[in-house]
């Protein structure tokens, strides 16, 4: 299960580098995961100062 950036996004970044692998960049209007990449591991929820990161569903 990967994770999943939601509309409270504030676009900040900080989430990009906590990625072990990789898997989160700019999409055309916040931050996105990719969900091929991520490996779950949660260190991206930790990094978001406005919590918008979460498991998907």
């Given at each position: 299960m990967a994770r999943f950036i939601n509309?409270?996004?504030i676009?900040?970044?900080s989430c990009e580098s906590t990625c072990p692998v990789g898997a989160i960049s700019m999409g055309d209007t916040q931050y996105v995961?990719?969900?091929d990449?991520?490996?779950d591991c949660g260190a991206c929820e930790g990094g978001c100062?406005?919590?918008a990161?979460?498991?998907k569903d």
């Open positions: 509309d409270t996004c676009s900040c970044g995961i990719d969900e990449s991520c490996i100062p406005v919590g990161i979460s498991p």
